[in-house]
């Protein structure tokens, strides 16, 4: 019998304030956050690594998953203007430095990264981080740079939610149950499916994308103005301009389900096209997905032999400086309900106001 109860498209759950945001909020309005950002630097010297996605605005047209949408615009300025104005932004290649003997890295480190590549980083959040003078890391699945074509799970969520039917039927995954006729309705039922996902191998996921294109006549080749990667000549402009460039695999696969020769595959195939397109090695790489059951010991020896010297996770929390493991750095993710009191406790004061780790089947 499929499945009806563990998706319900109708519970749509206005924003509820978490116990860390109330929080939060109280200390920012009682100007506390300063004064505990300096206390916890008596006691405690670590490297804070924010996790974003996507920079953009959503309007009522926007038909991809809003949850890979890190923050708006104008929030995102805020929060490079409050990283630049109180904390030490540094770059990946300081942080490598650092790890290997060169300069100390400074109190109240933080850096910035972003994973998948999604053009609005180019073409929102790039243009803030030049003009304020905040480094960033940008983790790109090398196959999709350049394709003009949204990831497959992207696309899915785009049929999900733009679909003209009344009930999404998905065998696989043994799913059956009534579309909802409300645009947020609809975008709420894109989290759980890719939790759903996570499930399967690579051949059973792309099979489930592949019967819902077929299903709705709607082929990922036609792409979508909303969800596109950056080109290799954006990459090669924002690292010019002091940005870092590191691996996220050829195509986002989850690299320790891969069996050795994939795995290979994907890890020196990642490093050898960003060497050949962007003229020296990456010095960083970021576990697609990121999160415990998406790296092993296996993975991060070959992340090793390629050539990679940091490797970040998915995972959340800060990393005690100097950091144990190099290879398996914590982040902390970016959420697009995250308001301004909430992201200054969060910076301030990460291990009581940040989010204890989730991690997603796809979004990292």
Not at 46 to 54: G, I, N, P, S, T
Not at 305 to 314: E, K, L, N
Request: include cysteine; aromatic fraction near 8%.
């Amino acid at each position: 019998m499929q499945a009806e109860a563990a998706i319900d498209p109708q519970q749509v759950a206005p924003h509820v304030a978490s116990r860390r945001e109330r929080l939060a909020t109280h200390a920012h309005q009682w100007h506390l956050l300063p004064v505990l950002q300096t206390i916890r630097g008596w006691f405690r010297r670590d490297l804070r690594v924010l996790a974003y996605h996507r920079v953009r605005a959503i309007d009522a047209r926007f038909s991809f998953d809003p949850g890979l949408v890190s923050a708006s615009p104008a929030a995102f300025r805020g929060q490079m203007q409050l990283l630049r104005d109180r904390f030490h932004p540094v770059s990946c290649r300081e942080v490598v430095a650092a790890l290997e003997g060169g300069p100390a890295l400074p109190r109240d480190a933080v850096l910035v990264t972003f994973d998948d590549g999604y053009d609005d980083n180019h073409g929102v959040a790039f243009p803030i981080l030049r003009e304020l003078g905040v480094p960033a890391t940008f983790f790109v699945a090398t196959g999709h740079i350049d394709s003009g074509l949204p990831y497959a799970y992207d696309w899915l969520a785009h049929l999900v939610v733009g679909a003209t039917g009344d009930r999404l039927r998905l065998p696989a995954l043994d799913l059956d149950i009534p579309l909802p006729a409300g645009l947020e309705a609809r975008r709420a039922l894109v989290a759980p499916l890719l939790d759903r996902l996570k499930f399967l191998d690579d051949d059973g996921q792309q099979a489930v994308i592949d019967g819902l294109e077929r299903e709705a006549g709607r082929p990922r080749t036609q792409g979508h103005a909303d969800c596109r990667p950056m080109s290799w000549d954006q990459l090669r402009e924002m690292r010019a301009a002091g940005m870092e460039i590191g691996g996220h695999g050829v195509h986002h696969r989850m690299l320790a389900k891969l069996p050795d020769d994939a795995l290979c595959a994907e890890v020196e195939g990642c490093q050898a096209r960003l060497t050949a397109e962007l003229g020296a090695p990456a010095i960083a790489v970021s576990y697609p997905v990121g999160g415990p059951d998406a790296f092993d010991a296996r993975v991060v020896e070959a992340v090793r032999a390629a050539g990679f010297r940091v490797g970040f996770t998915y995972l959340s929390g800060t990393n005690p400086w100097p950091a144990g493991d190099r290879y398996r750095l914590l982040r902390t993710a970016v959420e697009r309900g995250i308001g301004e009191a909430w992201f200054r406790g969060i910076l301030a004061v990460p291990e009581v106001f940040a989010h204890p780790s989730v991690v997603r089947a796809y979004p990292a």
